[in-house]
């Protein structure tokens, strides 16, 4: 599928559940974030990360202990 | 020649000397604004009497009667921000900004709001309500965002300094299509209170916007409330990503970068050595994920259907989008910028900075953002966080440089990363990149300021 038919479920749902409202225009910019944002995040979800940690409230001022 | 004419520290110096007037410089540089911002819609306020007052007041500190313009995004105490938008998420007063502190403190008066990208939304400074800020270089082009109106204010010579804050680029940005130097600072170095995110954000720093490193390392010591002290970057070990996304810029602007990076070479009688960074689009997405998540801290559901309908469709959209965002994906983002950061630390043993193109592609027109990049047609948001979003996932310091001039003879600019706490070694070595070019670039002027120049010496 591709993600301009995804956004056609994923958006109208997403704001359903959340009982968010958005007009015509709204729409057409939500379609294409998420046409450009939503292939990048199922990539994002796909990488092997169970080993890694988080760090717990980082100090970005440094290097990670 | 104006004192106005004169870098930061040069003004600075003059004041401290006796040589010029604080008052005078005052009145000269709002009677430029006066002159030369209606081309390009840099400044969207100012106040004589509140920077008077704060001239009257101004201890001798190291920037003396130095005047600097100040981004949208920081309340004064006569002023909240309006962040380029007609409403912000988060409510907003009148207030003594971390920024508004270190510049009173260090005695600068700040002359004027500089103009944004709205919302702090985008990389090329093309939206406000405000109207559009224009790139002094050539008036239809893209200033840079999100610190749009303080670059383009900093290139037209309206003022020698100007203050933005970098939370994915944009600092850097506006620095590089306006040919400036902006520096990104390590993250929690530079002022940050009373920004309306300083209580959520992990990436939002405050940052120096000036023609050379010399002047952002002194403007940089009265944000980071401590003296950057110039050292040496002899020997410099740098680091160059090869990867499909790091080459994924117009052959000019990789052309002048990889000649700066030579140029950097010899300068510092350092090497040039080829690193990797696996994973480096998931973690920009990573850091675009964080910062959208951030900003809705404590957003409702009603109170994004109570937008205010004058914030632009475009703003209104990613908004509402930002609230879809899955919290695995979320989740997901802490763990790579955990294994970014690690993976860092790993690179830092090995180079003392990275480099790589600031933008891939010289500043875009207003009316039509996209950049033409060997992968194809982009638009300049989406190219550009590709080179910015690293230092802000990680909180590393990164600073970019101009290093030629492209098509239409608008500016190219290098960006240097280092490890945390090295903002001094970036610099240091931007401040070696320029004799490399005998300053060639950070002294050049855009049409705008000296086509007035040059007027004004006939």
Known sequence: MEASERAEEFIPAGLASLGIEADEVELAVMNAAHGMFWPAILDLLSLDTVEVVPERNPDLSQAPQ | ?458
């Open chain 2, 1 to 458: 020649m104006s004192a106005l004419d004169l870098s930061l520290r040069g003004q600075a110096t003059a004041i401290a000397g006796g040589d010029v007037d604080p008052g005078e410089l005052l009145d000269e540089a709002l009677a430029r604004i006066d002159q030369r911002n209606p081309a390009i819609n840099a400044v969207v306020e100012t106040f004589p009497e509140r920077s008077g007052e704060m001239l009257a007041a101004a201890p001798p500190g190291p920037l003396h009667g130095v005047p600097i313009v100040v981004k949208d995004e920081w309340p004064l105490p006569w002023r909240a921000q309006r962040f380029g938008a007609a409403e912000l998420l988060a409510p907003t007063a009148p207030g003594e900004s971390g920024p508004y502190r270190a510049l009173r403190d260090a005695g600068a008066t700040i002359v004027g709001v500089g103009n944004m990208h709205e919302l702090g939304a985008g990389s090329t400074g093309n939206v406000s309500v405000y109207g559009p800020a224009r790139n002094p270089w050539d008036t239809e082009r893209c200033p840079g965002g999100s610190s749009s109106g303080p670059a383009a204010a900093v290139a037209a010579r309206l003022v020698a300094g100007a203050v933005g804050a970098d939370g994915l680029g944009s600092v850097r940005f506006p620095a590089a299509y306006c040919g400036l130097t902006g520096l990104k600072p390590t993250f929690g170095r530079s002022a940050m209170a009373g920004h309306h995110m300083a209580a959520t954000t992990t990436l939002i720093v405050s940052g120096p916007l000036c023609a050379d490193a010399a002047d952002c390392r002194l403007l940089g010591s009265a944000l980071f409330g401590e003296g950057l002290t110039a050292g040496d970057a002899s020997g410099l070990r740098i680091g160059v990503i090869r990867d499909p996304v790091s080459e994924d810029v117009a052959p000019e602007v990789r052309e002048a970068c990889e000649a700066a990076i030579e140029a950097l070479r010899a300068e510092t009688g350092g090497e040039v050595r080829e690193v990797s960074l696996p994973d480096l689009p998931a973690a920009t997405m990573a850091a675009i994920l964080l910062i959208n998540g951030e900003s809705l801290n404590g957003v409702t559901p009603e109170r994004l259907n109570d937008l205010n309908p004058e914030v632009s469709p475009i703003a209104r959209g990613f908004i509402k989008y930002r609230a879809l965002l899955p919290a695995s994906a979320i989740v997901q983002s802490a763990r790579i910028r955990t294994l970014t950061r690690r993976r860092l630390v790993d690179l830092f043993e090995e180079v003392d900075v990275l480099a790589w193109p600031t933008i891939p592609a010289v500043a875009p027109p207003l009316e039509s953002p996209l950049v033409e990049l060997p992968s194809g047609t982009h638009t300049a948001d989406q190219a550009n966080v590709r080179g910015a979003a690293l230092a802000n996932l990680t909180g590393i310091p990164s600073i970019s440089v101009p290093v030629g001039l492209g098509t239409g003879d608008l500016p190219i600019a290098l960006q240097l990363g280092a490890a945390w706490g090295r903002d001094e070694l970036l610099l240091d070595a931007a401040e070696a990149l320029e004799r490399a070019n005998d300053r060639r670039w950070v002294e050049a002027l855009p049409p705008l300021a000296r086509a007035a120049t040059e007027a004004a010496e006939t």
